[in-house]
């Protein structure tokens, strides 16, 4: 598993950063995002270093990625009554300020559109 010593996704999935965990395994960990934007904004991360979903799809493979996106659904669906939304920004463009792939799942209120 590939990781960077200095990213903090990367410290978390090492348990170097402590994080109040809701998921892991050996390909995603998920955590309660310390800044929530809804009732339940839950982080999912891949246990290996991508900077980006592009880089990520590039090397992972389609079982890495699958579980990705299904454990991104599965916080969704545990946390989201009325349903949920998965938000993942990449580049400076797109709003990311952690370059470590993470998908954010935003649950527990009603959500507007356009997002911003």
Same mark, same amino acid.
Not at 40 to 54: I, M, Y
Not at 64 to 91: C, K, W
Not at 98 to 110: D, E, Q
């Given at each position: #598993?590939?990781?960077?010593?200095?990213?903090?996704?990367?410290?978390? /999935? +090492?348990?170097?950063?402590?994080?109040?965990?809701?998921?892991?395994?050996?390909? /995603?960990?998920?955590? @309660?995002?310390?800044?929530?934007?809804?009732?339940? $904004? /839950?982080?999912?991360?891949?246990?290996? $270093?991508?900077? &980006?979903?592009?880089?990520? /799809?590039?090397?992972?493979?389609?079982?890495?990625?699958? +579980?990705?996106?299904?454990?991104?659904?599965?916080? %969704? +669906?545990?946390?989201?009554?009325? %349903?949920?939304?998965?938000? #993942?920004?990449?580049?400076?463009?797109?709003?990311?300020?952690? &370059? &470590?792939? $993470?998908? $954010?799942?935003?649950?527990? @209120?009603?959500?507007?559109?356009?997002?911003?």
């Amino acid at each position: #598993m590939a990781t960077d010593d200095a990213c903090l996704f990367c410290k978390i /999935v +090492r348990r170097e950063i402590p994080a109040d965990e809701v998921l892991r395994d050996e390909h /995603v960990v998920a955590f @309660r995002d310390l800044n929530p934007q809804a009732p339940t $904004h /839950v982080l999912v991360v891949p246990t290996e $270093h991508a900077a &980006h979903l592009s880089d990520f /799809v590039a090397s992972a493979g389609g079982d890495r990625a699958a +579980r990705f996106l299904s454990a991104a659904s599965e916080i %969704g +669906r545990r946390f989201g009554r009325d %349903g949920y939304r998965v938000v #993942m920004n990449e580049g400076p463009d797109g709003g990311q300020t952690v &370059h &470590h792939l $993470h998908a $954010h799942v935003l649950a527990g @209120r009603h959500m507007t559109w356009p997002p911003g």
